[in-house]
């Protein structure tokens, strides 16, 4: 935890070095739509922050304090359902996100006679 005081009071935070995910792009794809990059903003990001799908770290590449992004595996997408997405720091004094989620919807419906 950390304290910033003025002269008559204090304000206290959570860990100094935890992120934190303002929005995730994309935010949902469909079932087996493959591999993808996940783009990530927010703040607190560091040069070894890590991006959690459902607490699995996945390859994470730091692009600057705001920005990260994360390779995605089709496996992660393979069936519809929901993931949470989190950013973890994993410096001394570091800590997580909280979470953001990601939906993974159904297949497209196949039109065998579509043009």
Do not use: E, Y
Request: glycine content about 14%.
């Amino acid at each position: 935890m950390g304290a910033a005081c003025g002269i008559l009071r204090c304000h206290f935070r959570g860990p100094a070095w935890a992120p934190g995910i303002d929005h995730i792009t994309p935010a949902k794809t469909d079932a087996g739509a493959g591999a993808f990059t996940l783009a990530v903003s927010g703040s607190g990001f560091v040069a070894g922050t890590v991006i959690r799908w459902n607490g699995q770290n996945r390859p994470t590449h730091f692009v600057d304090a705001s920005n990260v992004t994360a390779d995605i595996p089709a496996s992660d997408v393979a069936a519809a359902g929901r993931a949470a997405v989190s950013a973890f720091n994993v410096s001394a004094g570091g800590g997580a996100s909280q979470p953001a989620g990601f939906v993974i919807g159904g297949a497209p419906a196949s039109t065998p006679n579509a043009l």
